[in-house]
RNA sequence: GGGCACUUAGCUCAGCGGUAGAGCACUGCGUUUACAUCGCAGCUGUCAGGGGUUCGAAUCCCUUAGUGCCCACCA
C-alpha cells in the first residue's frame, strides 16, 4: 500500500467493481420489504453542482440499508426540465445571431433535443463521480415514450375526473420567455419607483403603472372611506382619453394608501381583476405578448383622441410609460409623484418584469387533490423531516392552494393532447414561418386565404385558440365536423406537471390501464425516503403528494427528508454572481469524493444550511488518508502478533465499538446524519488510531481486537465514505465487497 | 402585513432541567514500529439581553433585540 492514498488511482476503478457486481440493482424478494429512493432528477443538461452533491445524503441512506439487507433500489433518472433548457438554448442560439423565432416548432424541438442528448451523458458520469449507488440499469428520462404516453394519460383523466378546464384570466406572463408561469415561478423583487397621482375628475388616483390607464373601467373606493361617502355613482374620467368610467367601492381597497382611490385596470393587475370580476367590469388588454402597448381593442374604435393612442402604439413598457407621462404633465393630469419601495414580480428564470396578462391556459383544479395531500401528513402515513420546520410551510401551501396553470408557450416539452378544428374555430390566432421562410401570423379565417393548411401545418409556431374553443381530446379529423383541418395545441406542460408523476412514471405505474403496471411498482411504491432540498417542496414534492394519491390512492413516499443548502462560509447562498460558486467535480478531482461526501455530511444540521469551504474539504481528504493509513498499519505483515492472544485493554475497547454501532445506527434511523458523520469521524481518529493504536503498539491491546474493530467501523463509515472504506477493506476481505456485507449487529443493552 | 426557525469557545455545530462539550482554528513541544494529509500537551465561553418558574435553567415560560427563511393582491 501507498503511504499515500491516491484518489485518483482508486474511485474509478471502484466504482466498476460496485457495478460489476450488481449491488446497485436490487433483487425484487416478495418476502423482504424493499427499501427504495428516487434520485431527485437533476435537469438533463445541467452540469453538476452543489446541490446535486447533496444527494450523498440519498447514497447513505441507501448504502446503510443495502447493508442492512434490505432491497435497495435508488433510482436515478434525467429531467428536461422546460423552461430551463428552453432558455440556456436560447442563450446558445443568441451566440450564433439566432432566436427560437426563426424556426419553426419542429425544428426547434429537434434542435434542442439533439442539445440536450449531448449533455445527459455527462451528467449520468458525474453522478459517479461521486460514488451514488444508483441502479443505472432503471435509468429514466422524463421525454421517453413511456413516461410521456402515462402523463398525457394523466391529462386526460383529470379531463374526464372534470379536473381540469380551460381557463381565460390573467396570468404570470414573461414578456423576454414568452410563456406564462404558475405563481410559484414569481419571484419578487423590491425596487424603488414613483408613486403617481392622476387627476380623474372628483378623485385623483395614486398608480405605479401610468401607462395602464387607458385599461382602466373604474375607480375604486373602500366603502368606508368618510373622505369619499359622495363618490359612488359619480363617474370619474380617464385622463388624456377623457373618457368617463364609473366610481364603485370595493372592501379591498386600501384607504391609506396613496389617495385611497383605485384605477381598476382587470386586464393587467390580479387585484384589479378580481375587483373587476365581482363588479362585472369589462376586461380591456392594451399589452402584447412581446410587452407593448397595442390599441387593436375594438373599443378604442371611434374614439375622439385615438390620435394620442396611434403615437403611443407598439412602445414597449419601459418607453411607453415615460411618454405617457409627458403627456400628462402636459395635459396637467399629474398632480405629483412620491418615491415608493415596493416588490415587483419578475420571471425567475430570467429577471424580467412580469406582465399579468389575459391569456387561455389550461388550468388543474387543486383543490380536492391538496386535500388527500394534506391528509397523509397529518395522519403520519407520511412524514416531515424535519417536521417542525417544514410541515408548516406544506400546510400553509396545501391549504391555500391555488389552481395550477400547466399551460406553457415553450416548445421544449409535451405538447398538451388537445386538437383544435381550424374550420369550427376560423378566430384561432396562429403564427408560423411560411415555405419562403417569412413569419407570418393573424387570425385562420384570414390566413386561409393566401396559404394552404398543410404549409401552415408545416412551419407552426404557436396558435391562440380563443376560451371557448371546440377541441376534442383526440388527433384526426374534427368529430364535429369532420374537417381535416385540425391542429394540435401548441402548448407545452409545465415541467412539474411530467416530473410530479416520477415516482409513478419511473417504476412502471400505468395511469390508463393501473392493472397492467409493472412488478417493480407493485413492489417498490409507495417508495421509503424522498430526500431533496427544501427549495421544490412545492414545486415537486407536493405536486408529487397530489398526483401520487390522485392516481394510485397512496402518498408516493412514508419519509420526506429536507436536506440542507449549500452556503460558503460566510453563510451566503452560492451564486455565479457572488464568485463564490465551489464546482463539485473539480472537488472530487482535487480531493476525492469521499472527502466532499463527508464535508457535506459532517456537522450539519437538519433543514439547516452547510457552510461549505474548500479547507473543510481538506480536512476530510485528510481523514480518508488517516483511514487509509490505519488500514496500512494494519495490514502490513511486520505487526501482526499472535493472533489468539488476549489482552486486559481489549473489553474497553470492544465496548467502544459497540456503542459507536450503536450510536450511528441511531442516528441514521433519525436522520440525524451529520451527529452520526462527526461522531465516526471523532472515535476513528481519536479514539481508535489516537488511542487504541498507540495501546496496541505498546502491547495493550490484541492484535485480533484491534483489527475486528477497524473493519467494524469501516462498515459504519462505509455508506459516509464508500471508496476509502473499500479500498482498505480489499486488503483484509478480498473475497467480498464491503458494499455487499451486513451491517454489524446493534448491542442495545451496553452501556459505557 | 402574517408565520416559522435560529442566536452556546475565533469558526462550524452538539447538548435541551442537575458541576459548560466536540471538531477545526490557535499556542507550545515532538520526527517513538501506519499517517507531517502526523503525534502529545495546552488555551478559549456573563450558553444574545432582561424578567419569571424551580432546591437547581444553556435547557421550561414571558419579553426585547438581531439573523435567516416561507407566505401575502402594498395599487
Given at each position: 500500500?501507498?503511504?499515500?492514498?491516491?484518489?485518483?488511482?482508486?474511485?474509478?476503478?471502484?466504482?466498476?467493481?460496485?457495478?460489476?457486481?450488481?449491488?446497485?440493482?436490487?433483487?425484487?424478494?416478495?418476502?423482504?420489504?424493499?427499501?427504495?429512493?428516487?434520485?431527485?432528477?437533476?435537469?438533463?443538461?445541467?452540469?453538476?453542482?452543489?446541490?446535486?452533491?447533496?444527494?450523498?445524503?440519498?447514497?447513505?441512506?441507501?448504502?446503510?440499508?443495502?447493508?442492512?439487507?434490505?432491497?435497495?433500489?435508488?433510482?436515478?433518472?434525467?429531467?428536461?426540465?422546460?423552461?430551463?433548457?428552453?432558455?440556456?438554448?436560447?442563450?446558445?442560439?443568441?451566440?450564433?445571431?439566432?432566436?427560437?423565432?426563426?424556426?419553426?416548432?419542429?425544428?426547434?424541438?429537434?434542435?434542442?433535443?439533439?442539445?440536450?442528448?449531448?449533455?445527459?451523458?455527462?451528467?449520468?458520469?458525474?453522478?459517479?463521480?461521486?460514488?451514488?449507488?444508483?441502479?443505472?440499469?432503471?435509468?429514466?428520462?422524463?421525454?421517453?415514450?413511456?413516461?410521456?404516453?402515462?402523463?398525457?394519460?394523466?391529462?386526460?383523466?383529470?379531463?374526464?375526473?372534470?379536473?381540469?378546464?380551460?381557463g381565460?384570466r390573467l396570468v404570470?406572463?414573461?414578456?423576454?420567455?414568452?410563456?406564462?408561469?404558475?405563481e410559484?415561478?414569481?419571484?419578487?423583487?423590491?425596487?424603488?419607483?414613483?408613486?403617481?397621482?392622476?387627476?380623474?375628475?372628483?378623485?385623483?388616483?395614486?398608480?405605479?403603472?401610468?401607462?395602464?390607464?387607458?385599461?382602466?373601467t373604474a375607480?375604486a373606493?373602500?366603502?368606508?372611506?368618510?373622505?369619499?361617502?359622495?363618490?359612488?355613482?359619480?363617474?370619474?374620467?380617464?385622463?388624456?382619453?377623457?373618457?368617463?368610467?364609473?366610481?364603485i367601492?370595493d372592501p379591498a381597497i386600501?384607504?391609506?394608501?396613496?389617495?385611497?382611490?383605485l384605477?381598476v385596470t382587470p386586464g393587467h393587475d390580479p387585484l384589479d381583476f378580481e375587483i373587476g370580476s365581482r363588479h362585472h367590469l369589462?376586461v380591456?388588454?392594451?399589452?402584447?405578448?412581446?410587452?407593448?402597448?397595442?390599441?387593436?381593442?375594438?373599443?378604442?374604435?371611434?374614439?375622439?383622441?385615438?390620435?394620442?393612442?396611434?403615437?403611443?402604439?407598439?412602445?414597449?413598457?419601459?418607453?411607453?410609460?415615460?411618454?405617457?407621462?409627458?403627456?400628462?404633465?402636459?395635459?396637467?393630469?399629474?398632480?405629483?409623484?412620491?418615491?415608493?419601495?415596493?416588490?415587483?414580480?419578475?420571471?425567475?428564470?430570467?429577471?424580467?418584469?412580469?406582465?399579468p396578462?389575459l391569456?387561455?391556459?389550461?388550468?388543474?383544479?387543486?383543490?380536492?387533490?391538496?386535500?388527500?395531500?394534506?391528509?397523509?401528513?397529518?395522519?403520519?402515513?407520511?412524514?416531515?423531516?424535519?417536521?417542525?420546520?417544514?410541515?408548516?410551510?406544506?400546510?400553509?401551501?396545501?391549504?391555500?392552494?391555488k389552481d395550477?396553470?400547466?399551460?406553457?408557450?415553450?416548445?421544449?416539452?409535451?405538447?398538451?393532447?388537445?386538437?383544435?378544428?381550424?374550420?369550427?374555430?376560423?378566430?384561432?390566432?396562429?403564427?408560423?414561418?411560411?415555405?419562403?421562410?417569412?413569419?407570418?401570423?393573424?387570425?385562420?379565417?384570414?390566413?386561409?386565404?393566401?396559404?394552404?393548411?398543410?404549409?401552415?401545418?408545416?412551419?407552426?409556431?404557436?396558435?391562440?385558440?380563443?376560451?371557448?374553443?371546440?377541441?376534442?381530446?383526440?388527433?384526426?379529423?374534427?368529430?364535429?365536423?369532420?374537417?381535416?383541418?385540425?391542429?394540435?395545441?401548441?402548448?407545452?406542460?409545465?415541467?412539474?406537471?411530467?416530473?410530479?408523476?416520477?415516482?409513478?412514471?419511473?417504476?412502471?405505474?400505468?395511469?390508463?390501464?393501473?392493472?397492467?403496471?409493472?412488478?417493480?411498482?407493485?413492489?417498490?411504491?409507495?417508495?421509503?425516503?424522498?430526500?431533496?432540498?427544501?427549495?421544490?417542496?412545492?414545486?415537486?414534492?407536493?405536486?408529487?403528494?397530489?398526483?401520487?394519491?390522485?392516481?394510485?390512492?397512496?402518498?408516493?413516499?412514508?419519509?420526506?427528508?429536507?436536506?440542507?443548502?449549500?452556503?460558503?462560509?460566510?453563510?451566503?447562498?452560492?451564486?455565479?454572481?457572488?464568485?463564490?460558486?465551489?464546482?463539485?467535480?473539480?472537488?472530487?478531482?482535487?480531493?476525492?469524493?469521499?472527502?466532499?461526501?463527508?464535508?457535506?455530511?459532517?456537522?450539519?444540521?437538519?433543514?439547516?444550511?452547510?457552510?461549505?469551504?474548500?479547507?473543510?474539504?481538506?480536512?476530510?481528504?485528510?481523514?480518508?488518508?488517516?483511514?487509509?493509513?490505519?488500514?496500512?498499519?494494519?495490514?502490513?505483515?511486520?505487526?501482526?502478533?499472535?493472533?489468539?492472544?488476549?489482552?486486559?485493554?481489549?473489553?474497553?475497547?470492544?465496548?467502544?465499538?459497540?456503542?459507536?454501532?450503536?450510536?450511528?445506527?441511531?442516528?441514521?434511523?433519525?436522520?440525524?446524519?451529520?451527529?452520526?458523520?462527526?461522531?465516526?469521524?471523532?472515535?476513528?481518529?481519536?479514539?481508535?488510531?489516537?488511542?487504541?493504536?498507540?495501546?496496541?503498539?505498546?502491547?495493550?491491546?490484541?492484535?485480533?481486537?484491534?483489527?475486528?474493530?477497524?473493519?467494524?467501523?469501516?462498515?459504519?463509515?462505509?455508506?459516509?465514505?464508500?471508496?476509502?472504506?473499500?479500498?482498505?477493506?480489499?486488503?483484509?476481505?478480498?473475497?467480498?465487497?464491503?458494499?455487499?456485507?451486513?451491517?454489524?449487529?446493534?448491542?442495545?443493552?451496553?452501556?459505557?
Amino acid at each position: 500500500m501507498e503511504p499515500k492514498y491516491d484518489h485518483r488511482a482508486i474511485e474509478e476503478k471502484i466504482y466498476h467493481r460496485w457495478e460489476e457486481s450488481g449491488a446497485f440493482t436490487p433483487q425484487i424478494n416478495p418476502q423482504k420489504k424493499p427499501f427504495t429512493i428516487l434520485l431527485p432528477l437533476p435537469n438533463a443538461n445541467d452540469p453538476m453542482h452543489m446541490g446535486h452533491a447533496l444527494f450523498t445524503v440519498g447514497d447513505i441512506l441507501a448504502r446503510y440499508h443495502r447493508m442492512l439487507g434490505d432491497p435497495t433500489l435508488w433510482l436515478p433518472g434525467a429531467d428536461h426540465a422546460g423552461i430551463e433548457t428552453q432558455y440556456v438554448y436560447e442563450k446558445h442560439l443568441a451566440k450564433e445571431g439566432k432566436s427560437r423565432f426563426d424556426f419553426d416548432r419542429e425544428t426547434l424541438f429537434k434542435m434542442v433535443w439533439g442539445f440536450v442528448e449531448k449533455n445527459r451523458e455527462l451528467n449520468k458520469n458525474q453522478l459517479k463521480r461521486l460514488g451514488f449507488s444508483l441502479d443505472w440499469t432503471r435509468y429514466h428520462y422524463s421525454l421517453e415514450p413511456q413516461i410521456v404516453e402515462n402523463v398525457l394519460a394523466t391529462f386526460r383523466k383529470l379531463y374526464h375526473d372534470k379536473l381540469l378546464y380551460r381557463g381565460q384570466r390573467l396570468v404570470n406572463y414573461c414578456p423576454r420567455c414568452g410563456t406564462a408561469f404558475s405563481e410559484l415561478e414569481v419571484d419578487y423583487q423590491e425596487r424603488s419607483d414613483f408613486l403617481y397621482y392622476l387627476n380623474y375628475g372628483p378623485v385623483s388616483v395614486a398608480t405605479t403603472r401610468p401607462e395602464t390607464i387607458f385599461a382602466d373601467t373604474a375607480v375604486a373606493i373602500n366603502p368606508k372611506d368618510k373622505r369619499y361617502l359622495k363618490l359612488p355613482g359619480q363617474q370619474a374620467t380617464i385622463p388624456l382619453l377623457n373618457l368617463t368610467i364609473p366610481i364603485i367601492t370595493d372592501p379591498a381597497i386600501d384607504i391609506k394608501f396613496g389617495s385611497g382611490a383605485l384605477k381598476v385596470t382587470p386586464g393587467h393587475d390580479p387585484l384589479d381583476f378580481e375587483i373587476g370580476s365581482r363588479h362585472h367590469l369589462p376586461v380591456i388588454s392594451i399589452v402584447d405578448r412581446a410587452g407593448r402597448l397595442d390599441f387593436s381593442d375594438p373599443r378604442f374604435n371611434g374614439l375622439r383622441e385615438k390620435a394620442i393612442l396611434e403615437t403611443l402604439s407598439g412602445l414597449k413598457i419601459p418607453a411607453a410609460r415615460e411618454k405617457i407621462l409627458e403627456l400628462l404633465v402636459k395635459s396637467g393630469a399629474l398632480i405629483k409623484k412620491e418615491p415608493l419601495t415596493h416588490a415587483v414580480g419578475i420571471c425567475y428564470r430570467c429577471g424580467t418584469v412580469i406582465e399579468p396578462l389575459l391569456l387561455p391556459q389550461w388550468f388543474v383544479k387543486t383543490k380536492s387533490l391538496a386535500e388527500p395531500a394534506i391528509a397523509a401528513i397529518k395522519t403520519g402515513k407520511t412524514k416531515i423531516v424535519p417536521q417542525k420546520r417544514f410541515a408548516k410551510m406544506y400546510f400553509d401551501w396545501m391549504e391555500n392552494i391555488k389552481d395550477w396553470n400547466i399551460s406553457r408557450q415553450i416548445v421544449w416539452g409535451p405538447r398538451i393532447p388537445v386538437w383544435y378544428c381550424l374550420d369550427c374555430n376560423a378566430e384561432i390566432q396562429i403564427g408560423f414561418i411560411s415555405s419562403r421562410g417569412e413569419k407570418v401570423s393573424g387570425p385562420y379565417r384570414v390566413l386561409k386565404e393566401n396559404y394552404p393548411f398543410a404549409e401552415i401545418s408545416r412551419g407552426l409556431q404557436t396558435l391562440i385558440a380563443p376560451q371557448d374553443a371546440v377541441y376534442q381530446l383526440e388527433p384526426g379529423p374534427c368529430q364535429k365536423c369532420h374537417s381535416e383541418q385540425t391542429l394540435q395545441e401548441t402548448d407545452t406542460f409545465d415541467t412539474w406537471f411530467l416530473s410530479g408523476q416520477w415516482p409513478l412514471t419511473t417504476l412502471g405505474y400505468n395511469v390508463a390501464h393501473p392493472e397492467e403496471s409493472s412488478g417493480d411498482f407493485e413492489y417498490f411504491y409507495p417508495t421509503s425516503v424522498l430526500d431533496t432540498l427544501w427549495d421544490i417542496l412545492f414545486f415537486w414534492v407536493g405536486r408529487m403528494m397530489m398526483f401520487g394519491l390522485y392516481l394510485t390512492g397512496e402518498a408516493p413516499f412514508r419519509v420526506i427528508h429536507l436536506h440542507a443548502r449549500v452556503v460558503d462560509r460566510t453563510g451566503q447562498k452560492m451564486s455565479k454572481s457572488r464568485g463564490n460558486v465551489i464546482d463539485p467535480i473539480i472537488m472530487v478531482d482535487k480531493y476525492g469524493a469521499d472527502a466532499l461526501r463527508m464535508a457535506l455530511t459532517a456537522g450539519v444540521t437538519p433543514g439547516g444550511d452547510i457552510a461549505l469551504s474548500e479547507e473543510k474539504i481538506i480536512g476530510y481528504r485528510n481523514f480518508a488518508n488517516k483511514i487509509w493509513n490505519m488500514g496500512r498499519f494494519l495490514s502490513s505483515d511486520k505487526i501482526k502478533k499472535d493472533l489468539t492472544a488476549k489482552s486486559p485493554g481489549d473489553a474497553a475497547l470492544e465496548l467502544l465499538v459497540k456503542n459507536l454501532v450503536r450510536q450511528t445506527t441511531d442516528y441514521l434511523r433519525t436522520y440525524r446524519f451529520g451527529q452520526a458523520a462527526e461522531e465516526l469521524y471523532r472515535v476513528t481518529w481519536h479514539e481508535l488510531a489516537d488511542k487504541y493504536i498507540e495501546e496496541y503498539k505498546k502491547g495493550l491491546l490484541s492484535y485480533s481486537v484491534l483489527k475486528n474493530s477497524y473493519l467494524t467501523i469501516l462498515k459504519l463509515l462505509h455508506p459516509f465514505i464508500p471508496f476509502v472504506t473499500e479500498a482498505v477493506w480489499d486488503q483484509f476481505s478480498p473475497e467480498k465487497l464491503l458494499i455487499s456485507t451486513s451491517w454489524p449487529p446493534i448491542h442495545r443493552t451496553d452501556k459505557i
